[in-house]
Every structure is written in C-alpha cells, then in structure tokens.
C-alpha cells in the first residue's frame, strides 16, 4: 500500500472521528436534534403571539426589536405594519421561522409550537394568562429577555405607582357590590358574562374600591342566570366593551337593557356604568388607566371635578 | 313519570277516546312540570310576597324572580319543547327516517350562522323587540329553509325524500363551514360565545320575545294540525300513500314547510336545543303508538314537559353556577336514546 494512500486512509478516519465526536457533543448539548445552543444574548428579533404581550414590549421601548405579530394586535398602533403570524389556534410556524427571531412569545397552552421552536434553537417564551402579579412578572421576564431589564423594572414601578394611587384615591370610602359584566348579546339581556373571584379583571375591580359580586365562585368568568342577578342584587352595574364609545341612542338603549332587573339597586339608583375602550380588557402597562376609569365609575365623588379627564397614559 | 292515562293499551271506543285521554294525561303532566318550575329555584322566593300587589314591582324581590327570571323560562320551554317535538315528529315522518331531527335539513345550521355573524361582527338590526342575535338567526333558518325547499322541490312532483335529505344534508355541511371559518376569524371570547349559544339557553329574560315567536309558531301548529292521517300513510311510503288519496306533493310540502317555520321559531328564540326533537317522539310512540293522530299532540304536551324537566335541572343542580340546557337535554336524551335504538335493532 502506497503512503499517500495511508495518509488519506489516516487523514479520514480523523476526519470521520472527529466529526463523530462533534455530533455527540452536539447530541449532548441538545437531545432533541442538532440544532445550535441557545444563547442568552438579548433577543433582537421578537415575534409574539399575545397582544398583551406586545404592548408590553413596546411599553418598554423593546419596540423595534419585535419582527412579528398575532392576527389579533392593534396595539400600539405600529404594531400595524409588522408582519401578522396567526394567532392562539392558528399559529403560521413557516411565517414564523421565515422572520429568522431569536425569541417566540407563546401562549403557556401552546406546547407543542414551543416544543418546535426549541428543537430549532430558538428561546420561547410562554405567557401564561392569570392575574395583576403575573402581569407585572411577564413585564420583568420579557424585559430580561430583550435586554431591557432597567426599562422593565420602571415600567414594572409605573405600573405598581399608578395602581397604588388609585387604590389610595378609594381608601376607607364604601366599598359597592359590584357586578363587573364582560360580555352580552347588544340590545337584550342575554348572553351575560361577569368577572368570578379571579383574574386581572377581579384584581382590577378590588384595587378600583369595588366588591366582586362573585367573587364566590372561583373562575375567570362567570355566567348568572336573570335569577341569580336579581337575587344577588349589586349595588353598581359596570360593562366592560372593547372599542370605542357608541353614539348616545345606543348608548341609551344598551343601559335600558337593565330596566328589565327593576329591583336591583343599581338599577333603582342609576348606577349601571357602560365603559368602552379596548384598554379595559388588555392585561398590559395600560391596566393603570383601567384601574383609573374603573374607580371614577365606582366612586365619582373621589374625583374632584377639574381632574375629569385621568391619566393620559 | 308515565302519566296513568297514556297507556299502550288499546281501548276500544276508538280514536277519539285515545285522544282525549292523551290530551287529558299529557296535558296534566304538563300543567304540572309548567305550574311547579316556576316555584323552585337557586333561591327560595315565598309565592305570597310574589303576588302581593301593594308591594311596588321594584320593591318586590320575589315578584321579579317569580315574574323576570323564572316564568319566562318556563314559558319559553314550554314553547321550545313543544315545537321542536312536534317538528321532529314530522321531520322523521316526511323523511321516514326515525334519526330525522328538526335539525337534519341545515334550519339550525343556518339559524347558527346567522347567530354567529352579529356575535362576531357586531352588527344587526333590532326589529320590535327582537333583539339582534335572534332576528339574525330567524333569518339564517328561514334563508336555509327556503333554499333547500327551492332546491327539492318540482312543481307539481312529488318530493324524493333522498333528494329531500341530501340537499338538507349538504346545506347543514356548508353552513358548518361557514361557521367555522367566522369562528375562525372571531377573537377568543367570541367563539367561546358563539359556543355557548350552540348549546341553547332559555333565559330570555322577559315574556317579549316569546310572544313575538308566537305568531310563527301558532302557524306551524295550524299546519300540523292538517297533517296527521295523510302523514300516518305517508310514512308507509308515497306510492302507497297517493293510491288512498293522499295528495303526497302537497303533504310533503305542508309537512316540510311546517317544521321548518316551528324548528325557525323555536331556535331563534332559545339557540338549537338538541335531543328533544329525537328523544320526545320516540319516547312518546312508545307509550302511545305510532298514530300521528295521537303522536303529535301528545309530543306537543309531552316536549314541553320534558324542556321544563331540564331546565329545571340545568338551574338548580350547579347553582349559582348554570349548566346549559342543550347539556342537559343531551346528557338525559344521548343514553336513553342508544338504549332504544340496541333495544330496538
């Protein structure tokens, strides 16, 4: 046998072992495919899956780092232009993948996307819908992860400031049995929906100096039938609509639905509030001015009158 | 829960007799579950305070749970049950098909996709006191209803039941399709509604929107009323029934177009309660035969009682807490309806 042919025999038996023993380290490093590690250096390119979640990112200023958003964002309004990639029941994994992010913000529910993006090398992160802390923690988490800690922490104090005055404006006055309603067929009374004892909604409605009127029954929300709404009597009506304030006709005819409950309090008293404004129903660093418009409705009389207008945040 | 005078004997002064004792036996049964649900409830009302008519309507907490909350929903299972037993009666004998529902020919399919496009999109009209979701979903069952009507029938011909039942059967799938694509384009918390009004709700809240179904239904049940010997021969089958005199194009006609305007008024008012439409007609031919004569009315009598029946465990059984009706009806009609159909084959 010729030594060239030896020295080639050599030269790719090395080769061979040491590629073989990439591999495995590779296989070590991660078992599930062969993909780069993951690093965590602050993600540049965001896509999110969860409005909440983008709005938090632009509220950190971590804006132009999100390269991708849910069908569902309109908040802020840049969110526009950014490329759209499903949403909760329909994710586009191909868009995904083709915006090349280093970070993906999934829903908690959505294993199995996260699953596929961390076989492919990229950082997930799963929100998970709960209550006012887990908001502020998201706000922390994302924050870290887009390098952007010092923004979070202060968008984290902003929030907690805001909340924390609120609270204090409704401090020792008479706390109304409030029914916080969600949702309702337009022009009837059916189909309604109301905050249980828990969530962000139930949260906001404490902080705002207002008493859950189910707060009993330990669900995000709750369906009362007419009877139980009579029974349970609330002392002040609020509906909570996304979108922008209807014209003064629908306005009046929606709050006449409720004539229907003669008997309740907040019927008899004229204390059911029709709220609009998607900001109302975001678990996000705008729930300050939902605490905000929220304690105005409950407690008009916390308010002195030059200061109508709230927070402009 | 059979009432004493619906037995399957045979008696033998005739049809009459028979249809007096159902009307009388079905009719108390149902009097009875009408007159005791409004009395039981997640809270205790006291009946006295209920009628006490010094006491200013506003005042009156019992009054408004007796008279907001409890009747309407009697009275609207009353109605609802009613109408779609019957309609299921005749739908399973124009089809003579004994899985034929109200629902088989795409009325609910199209009453749902009417519901769920003023759920997602927000728009609508309010006519009288119909409010949007309701008017949205009479007009979806009337347009699904009129389109399988135009795409079955030939002037002067006979219906063919096959054809009957697959144009029923494709428009159900279409507006299914539909549906899911609007659901699919709806946010969370629509299609969670949008569900929810699958599953059916008689809590209408005030005695309005049953008096406005009323009309339509009291059609229907005009119509009915004609049906009963021709549909007895029809469901032998049209050869047979034409060779006695039954006129079959106009039966067929009568017969579709009577349960579809009953199944329209009856979802439009309460959402598409299934079960009732299959289970009360078959229950009720058990105790009482298969004369249409007898099967109509007592279905009638009997639907109501059974709605009222569910309704009644939908509010009590998870209070504060509510379970659909639709849940109800289907968890008491899915069990016992396998049983009668490996107890029959």
Same mark, same amino acid.
């Given at each position: ?23 495995? $380290?590779? *296989? ?8 780069? /590690?993951? +690093?965590?250096?602050?993600? #540049?390119?965001? @896509? ?99 390098? $952007?800690? *010092? ?8 929030? /907690?400031? +805001?909340?924390?005055?609120? #609270?204090?404006? @409704? ?44 707060a009993d029954i330990k669900r995000e929300s709750v369906q009362p039938s007419n009877e139980t709404m009579i029974v349970r009597a609330p002392d002040v009506i609020v509906e909570l609509w996304p979108g922008s304030q209807p ?23 004229? $204390? ?42 | ?29 149902a009097a009875a579950v009408c007159l005791l649900a409004p009395l039981v409830g997640s809270t205790h009302i006291s009946l006295a305070r209920a009628f006490d008519r010094s006491i200013p309507f506003a005042d009156n907490v ?284």
């Amino acid at each position: 046998m010729a030594a060239r042919q030896k020295e080639l025999i050599a030269a790719v038996c090395v080769a061979a072992m040491l590629s073989g023993a990439s591999l495995v $380290r590779l *296989a070590q490093a991660n078992p599930t495919g062969f993909a780069p /590690q993951i +690093q965590n250096n602050p993600a #540049r390119r965001i @896509v999110s899956l969860v409005p909440n979640v983008t709005e938090i990112l632009f509220a950190i200023g971590a804006g132009p780092q999100v390269a991708g958003v849910s069908s569902y964002d309109d908040f802020p309004p840049e969110t526009k232009a950014l490329p759209r990639v499903g949403a909760l029941l329909d994710p586009d994994t191909e868009r995904i993948f083709a915006l090349r992010p280093d970070l993906v913000i999934v829903y908690g529910s959505q294993t199995e996307l996260e699953g596929q993006f961390a076989r492919a090398g990229i950082r997930v992160y799963a929100y998970r819908h709960a209550g006012i802390g887990n908001v502020l923690q998201t706000i922390r988490d994302v924050a870290r992860l887009a390098g $952007r800690t *010092a923004d979070g922490d202060r968008a984290v104090r902003d929030l /907690q400031a +805001q909340l924390d005055t609120v #609270r204090a404006r @409704v401090r020792g006055r008479p706390r109304p049995r409030t029914m916080l309603v969600i949702g309702r067929d337009t022009g009837a009374l059916r189909g309604v929906y109301v905050s249980g004892g828990v969530g962000f909604l139930h949260e906001l409605l404490d902080i705002a100096g207002g008493d859950d009127l189910f707060a009993d029954i330990k669900r995000e929300s709750v369906q009362p039938s007419n009877e139980t709404m009579i029974v349970r009597a609330p002392d002040v009506i609020v509906e909570l609509w996304p979108g922008s304030q209807p014209s003064a006709e629908t306005l009046q005819r929606e709050r006449a639905v409720w004539n229907l409950l003669a008997s309740v309090p907040a019927v008899r008293n004229n $204390r059911v509030h029709l709220l609009y404004g998607d900001y109302l129903l975001a678990a996000g660093p705008r729930l300050g001015r939902a605490a905000d418009t929220l304690a105005r409705a409950l407690h008009p009389d916390a308010f002195p009158v030059a200061d109508l207008k709230g927070p402009s945040r | 829960m059979m009432p004493a005078a619906a037995t399957t004997r045979r008696p033998a002064s005739g049809i009459q007799a028979r249809l007096a004792a159902i009307v009388l036996g079905y009719g108390a049964l149902a009097a009875a579950v009408c007159l005791l649900a409004p009395l039981v409830g997640s809270t205790h009302i006291s009946l006295a305070r209920a009628f006490d008519r010094s006491i200013p309507f506003a005042d009156n907490v019992d009054a408004q749970i007796f008279f907001v909350a409890r009747m309407p929903r009697v009275l609207t299972g009353a109605v609802v049950g009613a109408t779609l037993a019957t309609a299921g009666v005749v739908m399973q004998a124009l089809l003579r098909n004994p899985l034929a529902t109200p629902f088989t020919l795409g009325v609910s399919a199209g009453a749902a996709l009417g519901a769920i496009l003023v759920i997602t999109f927000g728009a609508g009209v309010t006519v009288g006191v119909l409010s949007p979701v309701p008017v949205a979903s009479l007009a979806g069952a009337l347009l699904a209803a009129a389109i399988v009507y135009a795409l079955a029938t030939r002037p002067g011909r006979t219906i063919s039941t096959a054809v009957l039942l697959l144009a029923g059967v494709t428009l159900n799938s279409f507006f299914s399709a539909l549906i899911l694509f609007v659901q699919y384009m709806a946010d969370f918390t629509q299609t969670y509604r949008t569900v929810r009004w699958l599953m059916g709700d008689l809590d209408v809240g005030s005695f309005e929107p049953i008096v406005a179904s009323l009309p339509l239904v009291l059609l229907a049940f005009a119509m009915f009323a004609v049906l009963p010997r021709s549909l007895n021969l029809l469901s032998v089958g049209a050869d047979s029934a034409s060779t006695r005199g039954v006129d079959v194009a106009r039966t067929q006609r009568l017969a579709f177009l009577s349960s579809s305007l009953a199944t329209s008024a009856a979802v439009s008012l309460a959402g598409p309660i299934g079960f009732v439409g299959i289970v009360v007609p078959h229950l009720v031919r058990l105790m009482v035969g298969v004369d249409h004569r007898l099967v109509l009315p007592a279905s009638a009598l009997f639907g109501a009682a059974f709605l009222v029946g569910c309704d009644l465990v939908a509010r009590t059984v998870l209070a504060p807490v509510e379970v659909p009706v639709g849940v109800v009806t289907a968890m008491l009609g899915g069990p016992f309806f396998l049983w009668l159909l490996v107890r029959k084959s």
